[in-house]
């Protein structure tokens, strides 16, 4: 169980474009998805929490227009990047938990690995 | 804010036992995990233990929590070469909504060799 999709894995594009990422829970109904960052060789930087059908809460340094969250159902929740650049190449991880297990623990996609020209 | 700590590199040979240690920093924290990361690949939980508790078991793994110290271990028996990746702990650092919000260690790299 808890099985979390993220879509796609690998992305190249030109520098300018926005790349949408999107974020599944399959069996289970996520009541909060988190975004990460991951640096290589480095932990995760949390960018933003997002609640099913609320405005995503953004970490403080992580530009929200520049990263947009929607987390339309309880299911599905997508990371838009506008108008990438290079130094926004990254590894991009999402994870959803929810409130009906006590724990919350968070269940983690496999992540997408961004690359911009 | 919060640092969680974690010694950055350990080896060990297979069928020995591998112990990752974490400091971690906010003492009122509920819940600490323990996830693994392969090459290319997201986190995958691996256990959690509730502040309340000083030890869990779950077939290979063993955490031990030492709350005075802010201590955190993660005991992995008989160790296989499928074991090597990046183990990062965590502490749970405030609720929001559904979900915990997490401060993550800085993952230590686990090499098993034959």
């Known amino acids: 169980g808890a099985v979390v999709s993220q879509h796609p894995s690998r992305v190249i594009c030109k520098s300018g474009t926005s790349v949408k990422i999107e974020c599944r829970s399959l069996?289970?109904?996520?009541?909060?998805m988190f975004w990460y960052r991951q640096f290589p060789k480095q932990s995760l930087m949390l960018m933003a929490t997002?609640?099913?059908?609320?405005?995503?809460?953004?970490e403080q340094g992580v530009e929200k227009d520049k990263f947009l969250i929607n987390h339309a159902s309880l299911t599905l929740s997508t990371l838009t990047v506008t108008s990438a650049h290079p130094e926004d190449s990254s590894f991009y991880i999402c994870?959803?938990?929810?409130?009906?297990?006590?724990?919350?623990?968070?269940?983690f996609g496999d992540g997408t690995r961004l690359s911009i020209l | 804010g919060e640092d969680v700590e974690q010694s950055l590199f350990l080896s060990v040979r297979e069928g020995d036992s591998s112990v990752i240690n974490c400091t971690y920093t906010?003492?009122?924290?509920?819940?600490l995990y323990w996830y693994k990361q392969e090459p290319g690949a997201g986190l995958q939980l691996l256990t959690y233990?509730?502040?309340?508790?000083d030890m869990k078991q779950d077939q290979r793994l063993t955490v031990l929590l030492n709350k005075k110290d802010k201590h955190l271990s993660l005991r992995i028996a008989d160790t296989q070469t499928g074991d090597s990746a990046i183990y990062f702990c965590?502490?749970?650092?405030?609720?929001?909504?559904?979900?915990?919000?997490?401060?993550f260690g800085t993952g230590t790299q686990l090499k098993v060799e034959l």
């Open positions: 994870s959803a938990s929810t409130d009906a297990d006590r724990f919350r623990p968070q269940h």
């Open positions: 069996d289970f109904q996520a009541t909060t």
């Open positions: 997002s609640n099913e059908g609320s405005k995503a809460t953004y």
């Open positions: 906010d003492s009122s924290s509920t819940y």
């Open positions: 233990i509730f502040s309340n508790m």
């Open positions: 965590a502490e749970s650092t405030g609720f929001t909504g559904g979900g915990n919000k997490l401060t």
